[in-house]
C-alpha cells in the first residue's frame, strides 16, 4: 500500500492542534477521516459547527459520534484518576481512542492521529502517559502524534516506509507559537478554544459540586440528568440529604423547570423571582431554609414576608418567609462551588 492510498483518522476537537495535525496528514498524500466524540462534556457553543468548518476547510469526511451515555462510566470510575477538577484525562483519552480504533477498523484506514504535543498538558501528554495511552488503547504505534512525531518513538507509518521521520514535526511545550505560524502558512482558520480545551470538568464551579454529588448522592446513583443539573444556577447543600437549586436568570429557570419532576419546586407568584428546587429526604425546616434562600433572590421587599408555592408530588403547599439578608453567613457556608 503506498502514502497516497493509506488512510488514517484524525480526532477532530474544534481545537487548532488536532485541525494541524489532520492537515500534515493530508499533505504527506494520505486519506483522512475526522472524527470527533461529544461527551455532554464539552462547554463550547457551537463544537459541531466547527469541527464540521474543519471538516470542510480540510476537505475531509467528519463523524461526528455521541458517547456520551458511555463516558459517564469514565467519569464515575477512573481508572487513572483525575486532573485538577473532576477531569478523567488519561481514562478520556484511552477511551476516545479505543473507539477511534474501531472506527479504524470499520473504514479499512490504517492509523490514528491525534493533535497532542509533548509536554503541552502536565497530567495527559508528557512522554509516559503518551506511552500509556497509545498502549492502553490497543493502537500502540498505530496511533501517531504528527506535530510531535520526531521526538517520540518511530509509528507504523514511518516502519512501513510511507514517511520519513523528518516529515513530522518536533513541537513541544506550552507554547503556541509555531502552531499559529502553521496555521498562517497554511491557511488554517477553523479552530475555537485555545490550549486547554473546552471541558466542563475542568472548571472549578463544576468540579466542587460534582465532588459535592458523587459524596452524598453516590456515583453509581447518577444518571445523566443529574449530570446536566450541576450546570446549572447556584447550588447549596442544606444537608447530607438535601439540596437546593435557584436559578440565575431567566433562561436558568426555564432549563430548571424541566428537572422539577421528582423534586420539589419552589415559586413566587407575587413577584419576580427565581425558580428553585429542592431534592432530598426534605424536613420542614429544610423547606423553610430552601425558601428563605430562594427569596433572597427574588424581588422581595426587604425585610417583608414573600409567598412561594411549593409543589410537592403536584399538590401545591403555601409558604410565607422572610428572605435570608444578603449578608446571612449561611448564603456562602452552604453554597457549593
Not at 502524534?145 to 518513538?153: F, Q, V
Amino acid at each position: 500500500m503506498s502514502g497516497e492510498k493509506a488512510k488514517a483518522i484524525a480526532l477532530l476537537s474544534g481545537g487548532l492542534d488536532s485541525a494541524l495535525a489532520a492537515a500534515l496528514t493530508k499533505r504527506l498524500g494520505f486519506g483522512v477521516v475526522g472524527v470527533n466524540f461529544s461527551t455532554g462534556f464539552c462547554t463550547g457553543q457551537g463544537r459541531c459547527d466547527t469541527v464540521l468548518a474543519a471538516g470542510k476547510g480540510l476537505g475531509i469526511p467528519v463523524r461526528l459520534l455521541d458517547v456520551s451515555d458511555e463516558y459517564l462510566e469514565v467519569v464515575k470510575h477512573p481508572r487513572f484518576g483525575y486532573g485538577s477538577g473532576m477531569n478523567p484525562c488519561l481514562d478520556c483519552r484511552i477511551f476516545m481512542l479505543r473507539r477511534a480504533k474501531a472506527l479504524m477498523e470499520k473504514e479499512g484506514a490504517e492509523f490514528v492521529v491525534t493533535g497532542e504535543v509533548l509536554g503541552q498538558r502536565p497530567m495527559s501528554q508528557h512522554y509516559r502517559a503518551l506511552k500509556l495511552v497509545a498502549e492502553e488503547s490497543g493502537l500502540g504505534d498505530r496511533l501517531v502524534r504528527p506535530l510531535s512525531g520526531r521526538l517520540l518513538p518511530p509509528t507504523y507509518p514511518e516502519k512501513r516506509g510511507w514517511v520519513r521521520r523528518e516529515d513530522w514535526l518536533d513541537i513541544q511545550g506550552r507554547s503556541r507559537r509555531r502552531q499559529l505560524s502553521l496555521a498562517r502558512q497554511w491557511g488554517v482558520d477553523w479552530f475555537s478554544q485555545p490550549a486547554g480545551g473546552c471541558c466542563i470538568l475542568l472548571e472549578k464551579a463544576y468540579a466542587a459540586r460534582l465532588r459535592d454529588a458523587f459524596a452524598h448522592l453516590g456515583p453509581d446513583r447518577m444518571k445523566k440528568e443529574d449530570f446536566a443539573l450541576l450546570r446549572l444556577g447556584r447550588h447549596f447543600r442544606l444537608s447530607p440529604k438535601v439540596k437546593l437549586v435557584v436559578g440565575r436568570d431567566e433562561t436558568e429557570n426555564a432549563m430548571l423547570s424541566g428537572f422539577a419532576p421528582g423534586r420539589i419546586r419552589l415559586d413566587f407568584p407575587d413577584v419576580p423571582g427565581p425558580t428553585a428546587l429542592l431534592e432530598g429526604e426534605v424536613s420542614q425546616d429544610e423547606l423553610l431554609l430552601a425558601a428563605r434562600i430562594a427569596a433572597r433572590y427574588a424581588d422581595s421587599p426587604p425585610g417583608e414576608e414573600t409567598r412561594l408555592i411549593a409543589l410537592m408530588g403536584g399538590k401545591p403547599t403555601e409558604l410565607r418567609v422572610k428572605p435570608l439578608s444578603p449578608d446571612d453567613p449561611r448564603l456562602r457556608e452552604l453554597r457549593v462551588g
